[in-house]
């Protein structure tokens, strides 16, 4: 029986250095995914394992915060020699929005047009300036402000004038 199980053991080893050769005595290592980690881990991560870890870029992504890593090359598992460079992408959060210009339009029809740039209408003011009522008249932020998807934008509108003429 031993000698069965010793025959099976060299066997193994064999096969295995035959197979690969390099890995059995190598210092290069698999690269980990440090996809979805924040920055300053995966290049922890990466640094300790012996890699050179550069940041090449910074991209919006609706999925990832600010900060977390959403590209790697080369990809992960990939058999690198020691001091090899990783190149990381890292995530500047979600795209902004530009507050589109709806001064000079009534309520409803400037309600749509944000909402196809992707923000919502807040809370709407009434001011007492202008000459017709339920005209737009500034929106909080301003035309041009970035925000991010879905944030709300307060309109000003006027009330409109009475008319005091005898």
Do not use: C
């Amino acid at each position: 029986m031993g000698l069965i199980l010793a025959t099976f053991i060299i066997g193994y080893g064999i096969s295995a250095f035959w197979l690969t050769p390099g890995s059995l005595f190598s210092k290069d290592h698999s690269l980990p995914r440090v996809i979805e980690q924040p920055e300053p881990r995966a290049r922890q991560q990466l640094t300790e394992l012996g890699f050179r870890p550069r940041v090449e870029g910074e991209r919006p992504s609706e999925a990832y915060p600010a900060g977390t890593v959403i590209w790697q090359d080369p990809a992960p598992g990939t058999i690198l020699r020691p001091n090899s460079v990783v190149q990381l992408v890292v995530s500047t959060g979600p795209a902004l929005v530009a507050v589109p210009d709806v001064i000079g339009l009534s309520v409803p029809v400037a309600s749509k047009i944000l909402a196809a740039a992707g923000v919502r209408v807040g809370s709407v003011d009434s001011s007492p300036a202008g000459q017709e009522p339920g005209v737009v008249l500034a929106t909080r932020p301003a035309a041009g402000v970035g925000r991010p998807r879905g944030a709300a934008v307060a309109l000003i509108v006027s009330r409109g004038t009475e008319d005091t003429t005898p």
